[in-house]
């Protein structure tokens, strides 16, 4: 369990690293490391070039402009969790944040680096996936947006070519009307989920459901966002009949079938999530509305 | 002699001795050894569960810069090539004994199996020629379930051979047959226990050193006993016993498979005669997975029959146990497992016929409860099922069959693996159970469930009960020496992974020598220090070199007012040690300092010594066991069960333990807790899952589960002390006693928790998937 051999680069700014990864083949962006070092070390990634980006100080930063919350690429999960602002005003974020790894790894772990990982289950994937949020990316050639449906093109796959490397990630911050929930079932504190689901409730004055988003990971290669759940939910009335008509859909989901873990014990868990998720959601959003 | 006990002899909560050095990451682990012109060393392994190994081309791996050697079977020496690894435990049940050669001669038998060993400048470069080894692999069916590899058309594990049956042997007492043809009731139960491995923080590892002038070989290792190792050494290389040294330096885990003696060892010592540098091999932790013994598969179809009332007439039945590719122990795992069934009850009759088979995966050997958790588990969802059946309650029909401790001691009529027969010396049961339930609420249990159960919560309570064969001879032995610093030392090949030995077997030194026990340094586990060991396993350590320190330090301490007594021209009887001295015990002013005496002892050049005394401060003791003594343990487990998810959480967890006379209770608390915490890992987490070509696909500690802090309960402890009436000290095991009844308990208070669903479960490790399959609809909660 040693890496293969490989070169290693401690680029200043993005345009350097950028200027790297056009140079080279077989090369990879290093952000954390909480999941690339232990794939090198497994040599399951082998890569000749290694682009380490923990010393652009350009990729971290945090900030909320008008109804979106802007992160840079190399900011650390704990600096997200620690933020007052997100707490504030996109707290589903933190929520989905105390289910990534641990303390020790979060330190050190970065929103980008989770995102490029695009682990199917994974916490950050699931919630940029639910606020449909923008990844920002850079090359020598320019910069390009990707809407998360482009950029999570396969099983552990990013859209981004082999050029660029991730920037940023734009997030549209929830509606003030909106309640949140982020809920998940892993085997141990800290795993990554076997299946977690997402919300968000926006509530009318009727009292009645004016907008839902459901992201449910785990599943398949990357989150889904049910649609046709979503539309179905618009205009209920929050309660135990609504959700269960809701989770009974996200029951029916596909699904796949691992060594681990069937497709059926997955669809369960969507529903019973899905079910919970919304609850929880629309819970808050009732405080919201009270409060 | 005088009681001269002090606060930190035997029975005190002294702070361990290994704990500062460890603190400071000072202590000393095989990787820790940096010999100068160290060389490292990685393996070339099959990729294939059971393939024919052809052509080996080294070419490639040789000509990466740093590459000192590659050896493949052809380049072992002679006296290696000719054998096997040696078999340490053969048994004549044992007709189709298979092990391995250190490398594979022509055909592999696990995925795993080392093929060649690259021997580099360091590690990195090592893997990197490892991938260029070019080897022809012709892949093999693989046999991948032993229930399955009893088929008559089953893949064989072993190419051409004729069946897949390592050993089939019969353990049985009465006549059990017989005993069911009257039976009241007879309930069968089909249990699959799918038992976990030893994964130690530490991974194995081993540095060996050649050294050309005198031919020998010094070999550091990570192991639970240096002396066989050393035995298999000479073995190997036909060598002298003054030609190899095996030291093992501070241990972190080995829960029994670090016992064994490993191809990787026979490797890096051929490495080292071949390149003449020192030569140190590290386990990672993929080939921790992939090559460290495990314990494993057993299939269970037991019957028991009893009286109308839920009194045991017999129990019979049959056991399917995986070996994996080869027997380094022969069938001590299976044979541990089957005398273990009958535990603390009174069975009059019982057979179980016991099959060990061969499958393409790693070899199963003793893991933390050597066979016994799966035998208790067996037994234990037996006396739920009566409970079940004849509706009485749990604690109640194991009370009803319990051997009481007037009994003592008691034949249970089976013959146990150190060939004697089975006969528990001491022991209450019990009280053992009553202390248990009592600490643990169980009468109060069910006002709890029903509480719960008002907010949609299901709790449940299980128990499990266990005798332990502990202590297991031949001999630990020890040598105690007062230096003539008048400080003391003892040797021992006794080989702590964990344990405390340096403070157990310090406290009781210090007891017989009249010193503080900071004044005792225990050196273990070199064969230069002391010539026979046996080492660390099976729970035999307290037993036996805790009684040969005691011993030794007797002899040590007559001795020494024996010469006291010369020098200060009074009787022996009239002198007592207290303080680091021998001292009259009518005035303790007058005295001799052990630093006096011990200079004294070793004499002078040209004088004899004086009154005819053999020199030397010192005595070696080996205290050999006439057989085990009997641990046991009751185990109550209160879980809460969420049906939608079928997450398990434990409320509260109980054992009450008795392991005779304890020697530092804050020690033994410790491996109570930390067995508890392997036991809820067997429980609801560990599984070792592999493709249908016996491929491993759990090969990290992220596919592989083992508990986290947030996982294992806070364990409230009961403690009996019920003396061992067969050593000095009356001590029996603790190692292995908070793992053997956990997985029976947990599994028992799941099952009882999901009683309103008529769920039963027979197997283990259970998961929360597997709950919402067994739950079915009743699964859905809220949701349905």
Redesign the interface.
């Given at each position: 369990m040693k890496p293969a051999p490989f070169i290693y680069y401690d680029p200043r700014t993005v345009a350097e690293a950028c200027d790297l990864l056009a140079r080279h083949e077989n090369a990879r962006a290093l952000a954390g490391g909480q999941s690339l070092m232990p794939m090198m070390n497994f040599r399951y990634v082998m890569p000749d070039h290694l682009i380490d980006l923990n010393r652009i100080e350009e990729l971290a930063y945090l900030r909320v402009e008008d109804d979106t919350l802007r992160i840079g690429a190399m900011t650390r999960q704990r600096a997200l969790e620690a933020s007052g602002e997100i707490g504030k005003r996109c707290p589903i974020l933190q929520s989905a944040l105390a289910h990534v790894g641990h303390r020790q790894t979060r330190n050190r772990g970065t929103i980008g680096g989770s995102l490029c990982h695009l682990d199917p289950s994974a916490e950050l994937v699931n919630v940029t996936a639910l606020l449909g949020g923008t990844l920002h990316a850079a090359s020598t050639r320019g910069a390009r947006d990707l809407p998360f449906g482009e950029f999570a093109a396969g099983y552990m796959t990013t859209g981004l070519t082999p050029d660029e490397l991730l920037a940023g990630v734009t997030l549209p911050l929830p509606k003030r009307n909106q309640g949140h929930a982020f809920v998940e079932f892993a085997r141990r504190h800290g795993d990554f989920a076997i299946v977690a689901c997402s919300a968000l409730i926006g509530l009318a004055e009727s009292g009645d459901i004016a907008s839902a988003a459901i992201a449910l990971s785990g599943l398949s290669h990357a989150p889904v966002r049910p649609a046709a759940i979503e539309r179905a939910l618009q205009g209920q009335k929050p309660g135990a009949a609504t959700y269960r008509a809701a989770a009974a859909e996200a029951g029916k989901l596909d699904a796949t079938t691992d060594a681990y873990v069937t497709a059926a014990y997955r669809r369960h868990l969507a529903r019973v999530l899905t079910f919970r998720a919304l609850e929880q959601a629309a819970a808050r959003a009732m405080e919201r509305a009270h409060g | 002699m005088a009681d001269t006990r002090t606060l930190t002899g035997f029975g005190a909560s002294v702070k361990r001795k290994e704990d500062p050095a460890l603190l400071r990451g000072e202590g000393r682990y095989v990787d820790d050894i940096h010999l100068p012109g160290m060389l490292h060393a990685a393996f070339v392994r099959s990729p294939h569960a059971h393939a024919r190994v052809g052509r080996i081309d080294k070419t490639a791996a040789l000509a990466v810069a740093g590459v000192h050697a590659v050896i493949a079977y052809a380049d072992l020496p002679e006296s290696v090539r000719r054998q096997t690894l040696p078999l340490l435990v053969p048994h004549p049940a044992l007709r189709h004994p298979r092990m391995p050669h250190a490398l594979a001669k022509d055909e592999a038998c696990y995925a795993g199996e080392p093929v060649a060993c690259v021997v580099a400048d360091s590690?990195?470069i090592a893997?990197?020629a490892a991938?260029l080894v070019d080897v022809e692999y012709e892949p093999l069916p693989a046999a991948n379930d032993c229930a399955a590899a009893l088929a008559q058309d089953a893949p064989r594990a072993h190419a051409g051979a004729d069946t897949n049956v390592a050993a089939r042997f019969p353990v049985k007492a009465g006549d059990a047959d017989r005993a069911f043809g009257g039976a009241a009731h007879v309930f069968r139960e089909k249990i699959h226990q799918h038992r976990g491995g030893p994964f130690f923080m530490e991974c194995r590892g081993a540095v060996a050193q050649y050294e050309a002038p005198t031919q020998s070989y010094t070999l550091f290792v990570s192991s639970q006993g240096p002396h066989r190792l050393k035995r298999c050494m000479l073995d190997m290389f036909e060598l002298g016993d003054h030609q190899a040294r095996v030291i093992t330096p501070d241990v972190g885990g080995g829960f029994g498979p670090k016992g064994s003696y490993y191809p990787e060892y026979v490797n890096v010592a051929v490495a080292s005669w071949l390149t003449g540098r020192p030569v140190k091999w590290i386990e990672?932790?993929?080939e921790n997975f992939l090559a460290t013994h495990q314990e494993r598969d057993q299939y269970w179809d037991l019957e028991i029959a009893v009286d109308a009332r839920g009194k045991i007439l017999g129990v019979r039945g049959q056991l399917i146990h995986e070996t994996g590719a080869y027997v380094p122990w022969g069938i001590v795992l299976p044979w541990i497992t089957a005398t273990t069934v009958p535990g603390p009850y009174v069975i009059p009759h019982f057979k179980l016929d016991v099959v060990s088979v061969y499958t393409n995966k790693i070899q199963t050997t003793p893991v933390r409860g050597a066979g016994r958790p799966e035998a208790v588990t067996a037994m234990e969802r037996l006396m739920d099922r009566v409970a079940r059946e004849l509706n009485i309650d749990r604690a109640e029909v194991r009370r009803r069959n319990f051997i009481q401790p007037d009994e003592m001691p008691y034949n249970v009529g089976i013959i146990f693996r150190d060939g004697r027969p089975v006969t528990y010396d001491s022991g209450d049961y019990p009280a053992c159970q009553a202390g248990a339930l009592q600490a643990a609420g169980y009468d109060e249990f069910p006002q709890r469930q029903a509480v719960a159960r008002k907010s949609g919560r299901y709790l449940g309570i299980g128990l499990a009960n266990a005798v332990e064969a502990t202590g297991l001879g031949p001999y630990e032995g020890a040598t105690v020496r007062v230096s003539t610093s008048g400080k003391i030392v003892v040797y021992t090949g006794a080989t702590p992974q964990g344990q405390s030995h340096k403070t157990t077997l310090a406290q009781i030194a210090a007891d017989q020598l009249g010193v503080d026990f900071d004044d005792v340094t225990v050196v273990t586990a070199d064969t230069a220090a002391i010539s026979l060991g046996m080492g660390s396993f099976a729970a035999r350590t307290a037993v036996n070199a805790g009684s040969s320190v005691h011993l030794a330090a007797l002899a040590v301490a007559a001795k020494a007012k024996e010469l006291a007594a010369g020098m200060m021209e009074c009787m022996g009887d009239d002198l007592e040690l207290a303080g680091g001295y021998v001292r009259l015990k009518s005035a303790p002013d007058v005295r001799k300092s052990l630093r006096e005496i011990a200079v004294k002892a070793i004499g002078m050049p040209g004088f004899s010594m004086a009154g005819g005394l053999a020199p030397g401060l010192e005595h070696t003791a080996y205290f050999t066991p006439e057989q085990s003594v009997y641990s046991s343990g009751a185990h109550v487990a209160e879980v809460e069960v969420e049906i939608?998810?079928g997450?398990v959480r434990i409320l509260r967890y109980t054992v009450a333990h008795d392991c005779g006379r304890v020697i530092n209770p804050m020690v033994v608390d410790g491996q109570i807790v930390g067995g508890v915490a392997h036991g809820v890992g067997n429980a609801l987490?560990e599984r070792m899952?592999y493709?249908d070509n016996a491929q491993p696909?759990s090969t990290?500690l992220?596919?592989y589960?083992l508990?986290?802090a947030?996982?294992v309960p806070h364990v409230d402890l009961v403690h009996l002390e019920t003396p061992s009436p067969l050593n000095p000290l009356g001590i029996k095991g603790a190692g292995e006693g908070g793992t053997i009844p956990a997985i029976a308990a947990i599994i028992s208070a799941v099952e009882n928790a999901l009683a309103p669903f008529g769920v039963i479960i027979a197997e283990a490790p259970i998961?929360?998937?597997r709950i919402?399959?067994l739950l079915g609809e009743h699964?859905?909660?809220?949701?349905?």
């Open positions: - | 590690r990195y893997e990197d991938q990672d932790r993929r939608e998810t997450a987490f899952v493709d696909l990290n992220g596919e589960l508990p986290l947030t996982d998961t929360p998937q919402v399959e699964a859905l909660g809220r949701t349905r």
